[in-house]
């Protein structure tokens, strides 16, 4: 089946490089290498581009870069190119056209937007936190990148409204596994992630949570100094959450109550 994909693939990109050039009268050519002006196969591109056609739309940016190296329209077929592939969602091409522009391109004025476009080829590949988080980590760095070199571009921008999604995305991740491991009774290694949630992630949504588990865990660890200072962080900071009132009663029922209090 993938065989047969490809080759249907091949032979529509054959068909519309064919097409470009007009008046072929129905003749048998060799379609192994259609050679075309540039302009007619980067105006082919766009208006795959413009039918949805993205796939096909890219390998077409691909060609004009290919049989036209250097031209003034191949290094715009080459970020056009990356563009479609992540519109198809075929994302590691995406990333790697990108990647190929910047190598040869560094100083380009569309650097911006190809760091930009790595960035987004990572970040819509985000999965669940049930999942490894390897390409979270990715998407991460990638924002970072954007942010770091074109601090006042607006890709900037965005990166850094993307980047307080991703570590929210990142500290679920550390709360989930730090809640299996409470459930298993293996009461240290919860605390290591929900401090890291604390430490590394403390403006996500997921702090209040992460320091009431900590409070939690510190008492079934037999250390209730370090259950109250986490207790005492969480009321700080947060005196109003659903969390502070159930650290609260942990503590009345451990008899610290008054005790705070005074």
């Known amino acids: 089946m993938k065989t047969m994909t490809k080759i249907l693939a091949s032979a529509a990109l054959i068909s519309v490089l064919s097409a470009c050039g007009g008046g072929g009268g129905g003749r048998d050519i060799d379609t192994s290498y259609v050679a075309r002006d540039v302009n007619t196969l980067y105006l082919a591109a766009k208006n795959r581009m413009d039918r949805n056609q993205y796939q096909l739309s890219a390998a077409l940016f691909d060609e004009v870069e290919r049989q036209h190296p250097y031209s003034p329209w191949a290094r715009r077929a080459k970020l056009m190119g990356a563009y479609g592939y992540y519109l ?8 790697q056209s990108s990647q190929s522009f ?30 490894d988080q390897r390409i979270t980590e990715l998407a991460l760095a990638s924002l ?17 409204l993307k980047v307080d999604l991703v570590n929210d995305h990142l500290a679920g991740k550390e709360m989930e596994i730090g809640r299996f491991y409470q459930r298993d009774s293996r009461w240290l290694a919860a605390t290591l992630r929900f401090q890291t949630v604390v430490e590394r992630y403390q403006t996500t949504s997921h702090t209040p949570e992460a320091l009431y588990r900590l409070t939690e865990s510190y008492y079934a660890l037999g250390i209730p100094d ?37």
């Open 102 to 131: 910047l190598s040869i391109h560094p100083g380009n004025k569309d650097a911006p937007y190809a760091y930009y476009l790595i960035a987004m080829s990572y970040y819509e590949q985000i999965s669940d936190v049930t999942r």
């Open 88 to 95: 198809a969602q075929d994302y590691n091409k995406a990333i």
């Open 226 to 262: 370090e259950a109250k200072k986490s207790a005492a962080v969480l009321g700080a900071n947060y005196p109003g959450s659903k969390w502070y009132e159930k650290a609260y009663k942990m503590i009345d029922k451990y008899g610290d109550a008054r005790k705070d209090k005074s």
């Open 144 to 160: 970072g990148e954007v942010i770091r070199r074109y601090p006042d571009s607006k890709y900037a921008a965005d990166a850094v």
